[in-house]
């Protein structure tokens, strides 16, 4: 049974940072990359960062470019998603998410993926 386990969610200030941990279990194969999203009360889930498989590309949503980074990844058990200067904007439920995506447009789709956890509540307070 493949499982998705996030934490490290909480409230925070502006300007203050977070990391997110995302355990993983259950996967067969090393061949999935792993991703984070995002979504907001009434708004859509949004990409925010992606890690390949090996390790060797990630990609990242322009709103979050230069302040999160993601690292770790299936083979390690863990994904981190380490967050610093956090904004407002930044509120949201994070899940972590299990696809075989290498190519940035098949990260950015929710479809590609096959697993997800249950999400991490990060609120940003100004």
């Known amino acids: 049974q493949v499982q998705l386990i996030e934490s490290g969610g909480g409230l925070v200030q502006a300007g203050e940072s977070l990391r997110l941990s995302c355990a993983v279990s259950?996967?067969?194969?090393?061949?999935?990359?792993m991703g984070w999203f995002r979504q907001a009360p009434g708004k859509e889930r949004e990409f925010v960062a992606g890690?390949?498989?090996?390790?060797?590309?990630?990609w990242y949503a322009d709103s979050v470019k230069g302040r999160f980074t993601i690292s770790g990844g299936n083979v390690k058990n863990t994904v981190f998603l380490q967050m610093t200067s956090l904004k407002p904007e930044d509120t949201a439920v994070y899940y972590c998410?299990?696809?075989?995506?290498?190519?940035?447009?098949?990260?950015?789709?929710?479809?590609?993926?096959?697993?997800w956890g249950q999400g991490t509540q990060v609120t940003v307070s100004s």
């Open positions: 259950g996967l067969t194969s090393s061949s999935y990359s």
């Open positions: 998410a299990a696809g075989p995506c290498l190519r940035y447009e098949c990260f950015l789709s929710n479809r590609r993926y096959d697993y």
């Open positions: 890690l390949t498989y090996s390790g060797r590309t990630t």
